[in-house]
């Protein structure tokens, strides 16, 4: 009997584990675009087109390969517009022995499509170098889940930058070397390549009125030109991406950047292999160690133990809230007007790109919501929307364990925060900016400035006995009392501004 195998949006690789355990000469392939999945969040336009066009065109290579393909357009007239809706739309057209799936990247997914009134037989997905049982393994039994532990098995496992039983260069981590601000960039950015027009049609009038430029648009849509992108992003910035990876330009929003996570979270480019390619432009003697030590950390470390917490705390994990936060996500967020010319970049290039790179998410959109106290769900609900490579399991660890400290403490052993002098070290936004950085306390001052000591002084229960953060309350004690009043009652009154909606 015929099985329906279904492929999702961002499981578009020739090697899933579905297509594997399929039969090319019996099986039909499923694949649907629907409107449950393109509103489930208010998705940024981008992010939709995206999904849209490589879909249609792994559709169009599947077929050319010899597979039979089931594909519910958009605006098809019998879309059920749900998944589940559309398998069991396909079962009842013709007998059917039951569904095969790669397990889904998020639990309302595998919840979904686990309740089918149809067999289901869901596979691991195996394109990751960690499973589950793997990362629980490594997990059992520690008292802290540190990714850096984590990231030294991944080494030894894939065996890229080993030298026998030690660490290429005497050392796992290089990030020390990674800090470095910078006054300009000599890189063009990443490969650009022409988009669906038909899609970029539909898109912009079923969903046009979200968050986000729809046009230009110019990402890589099939594995090729992704391939291509990341060829291209090798030879011209790899040498200087570890350098200067943490720093950030006014205008410039890629600076040395890959911008593969998109090509990687869809399944159009290959983690292990990726890795391995940039391993090969060090030993070739093209690219610093720190620059590709730095690279592979963030996909075989960071992007496999994010995962690894995400199924590892399960569901509840994005409604959790360490810190008792709950002011609402302000207008900023949302492109509201600012006078922080460093929220301004980060969110006005979200706007237009889909993208922002992991300082830009983590020092200034995720600190200063982290120092605003708002909702980790509401800020977690956000990235999720904005970001042309944000997938759940991806995205929830890094908002709401890395960014907004709202796990406890599973992910970061201390609260990722820190007052404007950080943003003024690694970029140039201070120099255009209507605050004053220098400024501590007054009319001009730094929101960073005044919200650091801020959340400090309301934590203090919470952090005043942790070793990372000692130093930090010394230096408050000892202040002035007058001046610790003056910092706490403009940092309020900053915070009123931002509850009434006015322009901060």
């Known amino acids: 009997m015929v099985r329906l195998i279904l492929v999702l949006g961002d499981q578009l690789s020739h090697g899933l584990h579905g297509l594997r355990k399929a039969d090319k000469s019996r099986d039909i392939v499923v694949m ?31 077929r050319a390969d010899g597979w039979t393909v089931r594909y519910a357009k958009i605006d098809d007239p019998d879309n059920t517009h749900s998944i589940a809706g559309e398998l069991i739309r396909r079962a009842a057209n013709q007998e059917t022995a039951g569904v095969v799936l790669t397990e889904p990247g998020e639990w309302r997914l595998i919840d979904a499509l686990g309740d089918l009134p149809i067999p289901v037989h869901m596979l691991s997905d195996d394109r990751f170098i960690a499973s589950h049982a793997d990362f629980d393994g490594w ?11 984590f990231y030294r098995d991944m080494r030894r496992k894939t065996d890229l930058l080993m030298d026998g039983e030690k660490p290429e260069g005497g050392k796992w981590n290089y990030d020390h070397d990674n800090r470095k601000p910078t006054n300009g960039v000599d890189h063009d950015g990443p490969l650009r390549f022409a988009p669906d027009p038909e899609v970029l049609s539909v898109v912009q009038d079923r969903y046009g009125e979200n968050f986000g430029d729809l046009e230009p648009f110019w990402f890589a849509t099939n594995a090729a030109d992704a391939q291509a992108s990341f060829d291209h992003w090798i030879t011209h910035a790899l040498p200087q991406f570890g350098d200067f990876q943490d720093a950030m330009l006014t205008d410039q929003p890629f600076m040395y950047h890959a911008i593969i996570g998109l090509y990687l979270n869809a399944g159009l480019l290959d983690p292990l292999k990726v890795c391995q390619q940039a391993e090969q432009a060090y030993r070739d003697g093209h690219a610093p160690l720190n620059a590709v030590e730095g690279f592979i950390r963030q996909i075989i470390g960071w992007r496999e133990y994010v995962r690894g917490i995400y199924f590892r705390e399960g569901r509840d994990y ?10 609402d996500l302000p207008p900023v967020f949302w492109g509201g007007k600012t006078k922080m010319h460093c929220m301004d970049q980060a969110v006005g290039q979200t706007r237009e790109h889909a993208y922002a790179h992991h300082i830009q998410r983590l020092m200034v959109t995720g600190n200063f919501a982290l120092l605003a106290g708002i909702a980790p769900s509401q800020i977690h609900e956000w990235y999720l929307a904005v970001y042309a490579d944000a997938y759940e399991w991806v995205e929830a660890p890094n908002v709401i364990g890395m960014s907004q400290f709202a796990d406890g403490g599973i992910i970061a052993s201390k609260p990722y925060i820190s007052s404007g002098n950080y943003i003024h070290k690694m970029s140039n936004y201070c120099k255009s900016c209507a605050y004053r950085v220098q400024d501590k306390t007054g009319v001009d001052a730094c929101p960073f400035n005044l919200l650091y000591w801020h959340f400090l002084d309301q934590h203090r229960d919470k952090f005043k006995g942790n070793p990372r953060m000692g130093n930090m309350y010394r230096v408050w004690d000892k202040m002035d009392e007058a001046k610790r009043d003056t910092v706490l009652t403009e940092a309020a009154a900053w915070l009123d501004r931002l509850d009434a909606g006015d322009p901060v």
Not at 34 to 56: G, L, Q
Not at 139 to 149: D, F, H, N
Request: hydrophobic residues 35%; charged residues 35%; glycine residues 4%.
């Open 139 to 149: 997990a059992e039994g520690r008292k802290q889940l540190r990714m850096e532990y």
């Open 318 to 327: 994005t409604a959790r809230n360490g810190l008792d936060h709950s002011r």
């Open 32 to 62: 649907a675009e629907v409107d449950a999945e393109a509103t489930y969040t208010p998705h940024h336009p981008k992010k939709i087109a995206f999904t849209f066009m490589v879909m249609r065109r792994f559709a169009d290579e599947l």
